[in-house]
Every structure is written in structure tokens, then in C-alpha cells.
């Protein structure tokens, strides 16, 4: 094989295992009903926390809040699954 191929191989996977390394340390938010739920995830879609503001919590009306919860989470995964795309995309 072609020596100057296989390092540039090796330096490509170098690249993108610092690129999956980075996606680790960052974070994302992901909110629902106009902030009163949040829901932070790493860019390697570990959640981190989950922020409900007591205005979210009726408990006549248990369904919103687990709708709003919902939410959050698909929203905070979509963010995390754009920024791993940018990140892993540009390599």
C-alpha cells in the first residue's frame, strides 16, 4: 500500500477520533413550553440534566408535562445529532 495513503489514513481516523472525543465535552439544550422544561445532553446523546420550573407541573394536567418532556428530549437529541453531523461531517 501507499505509504503516503496509509498516513493519510491514519490521520483522518486521528481526526475523527478527536472530533468523537470533542462531541463528548459538549453540550446541548434542548427546551419545551417556552423554557419551563430543559432538557442538556452531550453531543454523544448522554443527558446530562432535566430542568422542570414548577409552573410546569399541574397535577391536573399530567399529560402536558410529559408531552413537554418529550419534547425537550427530541429537541435536545436533534440538536445533538446536527452538531455531531457539522462536527463529523467537516472531516
Not at 20 to 25: D, F, V
Not at 43 to 50: L, N, T
Given at each position: 500500500?501507499?505509504?503516503?495513503?496509509?498516513?493519510?489514513?491514519?490521520?483522518?481516523?486521528?481526526?475523527?477520533?478527536?472530533?468523537?472525543?470533542?462531541?463528548?465535552?459538549?453540550?446541548?439544550?434542548g427546551?419545551?413550553?417556552?423554557?419551563?422544561?430543559?432538557?442538556?445532553?452531550?453531543?454523544?446523546?448522554a443527558?446530562?440534566?432535566?430542568?422542570?420550573?414548577?409552573?410546569?407541573?399541574?397535577?391536573?394536567?399530567?399529560g402536558?408535562?410529559?408531552?413537554?418532556?418529550?419534547?425537550?428530549?427530541?429537541?435536545?437529541?436533534?440538536?445533538?445529532?446536527?452538531?455531531?453531523?457539522k462536527?463529523?461531517?467537516?472531516i
Amino acid at each position: 500500500m501507499n505509504k503516503q495513503l496509509l498516513r493519510q489514513a491514519q490521520e483522518l481516523q486521528a481526526r475523527l477520533a478527536k472530533a468523537q472525543e470533542e462531541l463528548g465535552n459538549v453540550t446541548v439544550e434542548g427546551t419545551a413550553g417556552g423554557g419551563m422544561v430543559k432538557v442538556v445532553m452531550t453531543g454523544h446523546q448522554a443527558v446530562q440534566s432535566v430542568k422542570i420550573s414548577p409552573e410546569a407541573v399541574d397535577p391536573q394536567d399530567v399529560g402536558l408535562l410529559e408531552d413537554m418532556v418529550l419534547a425537550a428530549f427530541s429537541d435536545a437529541s436533534k440538536k445533538a445529532q446536527d452538531l455531531a453531523q457539522k462536527r463529523l461531517g467537516a472531516i
